[in-house]
């Protein structure tokens, strides 16, 4: 085990990181990567360099909305989306724990639940609203293609990223088969550890937790090792874990890095609050740069603009084809 001091130095160094990789991979930034299908380094022109003076000019506008308009997690009563959300967080914080995730990987990593092709699972989403997203009123289908090609737009030679768009919230097919919201959408976190102070609802949301009165999951490393990485932790349950596991299972082709943004697109403690820095590895901090760069299209997309679906689907039908064909077990 590492002193406190090495451990402090270390949390120390690992923020200052996450500090310049979301500023560099912030949608005002343009970045420099490599296509990992390929191996070539690419330069995304697609964006601006940022200036010095950017925090003197407007707040940018996104799908029609300021930047600050995403996300808005107040809570109002007489605002009936506001107060679905808040109520699906409190139950979704009320009932994750270590046990209750335990019992949800014992159920559905059996992967004995339906065989499915991608696209038909796509479809299913079209009667699906996420109770948890304050954005958006609209069947999460429409969310799918909208993510899918503002990143075809931005990275049009990584069909990988576009397919990842796509089915990047799959999972919440779970929603389908007997899981109620609060254990399919929404933010994730880990548990088994002390919760993250810029996890939504944090200050009251927890209050019926058993975990909390748990010696051993309510301390900062709770069941965990510093820097044990981000992989080992136990996430609650949720779509993110559950489409990540289902495409391993079933042997996608999709680089790891697309792994990455599906595993993690929704700890937004992790990869927009920057907590649980301390048990993060170096290669966190290189996974953390896709994570953050997904994020920008997951989250500044959301608009009543609805794509033309069945226009896109003969593009994105040749690429399951390529990355996860055929009938699939979930």
């Given at each position: ?41 690419q ?128 999972g ?31 200050q ?19 069941m ?57 590895t ?30 896109l ?18």
């Open positions: 085990m590492k002193n406190y001091e090495m451990t402090a130095a270390t949390v120390k160094s690992t923020k200052k990181r996450y500090d310049k990789i979301v500023a560099q991979y912030s949608p005002t930034m343009s970045i420099r990567h490599y296509n990992p299908v390929t191996s070539n380094e330069i995304l022109d697609h964006a601006t360099l940022l200036d010095p003076s950017e925090q003197l000019r407007p707040e940018p506008v996104y799908a029609g909305k300021l930047k600050n308009a995403f996300r808005n997690y107040e809570i109002n009563p007489e605002d009936s989306i506001k107060e679905r959300v808040r109520r699906t967080y409190e139950e979704m914080h009320t009932n994750q724990t270590v046990e209750f995730v335990k019992s949800r990987m014992r159920d559905w990593l059996q992967f004995n639940k339906f065989k499915m092709t991608v696209k038909d699972a796509l479809l299913k989403l079209n009667d699906l609203v996420d109770e948890s997203d304050p954005d958006t009123n609209l069947p999460n289908i429409i969310h799918a293609f909208q993510t899918a090609e503002s990143i075809r737009q931005a990275h049009p030679d990584l069909d990988w990223f576009h397919l990842t768009g796509l089915i990047h919230d799959l919440k097919v779970m929603a389908f088969y007997g899981e109620p919201q609060w254990a399919v959408v929404g933010d994730t976190f880990p548990v088994g550890c002390a919760w993250g102070d810029s996890i939504v609802y944090r009251t949301s927890f209050d019926n937790n058993p975990d909390g009165k748990d010696s051993r999951y309510n301390t900062k490393y709770g965990y090792k510093p820097e044990c990485g981000i992989t080992n932790l136990m996430m609650s349950w949720g779509h993110d874990e559950y489409l990540y596991q289902m495409l391993v299972h079933n042997k996608s082709k999709l680089p790891k890095e697309a792994l990455a943004m599906v595993r993690y697109h929704s700890f937004y403690p992790w990869h927009a609050g920057g907590d649980y820095m301390y048990f993060c170096p290669e966190d901090m290189d996974m953390l740069k896709w994570v953050v760069e997904f994020n920008k299209f997951d989250l500044y997309t959301k608009s009543d603009v609805v794509p033309d679906i069945e226009k689907w003969p593009y994105y039908e040749k690429l399951i084809d390529k990355y996860i064909p055929g009938v699939i077990e979930w």
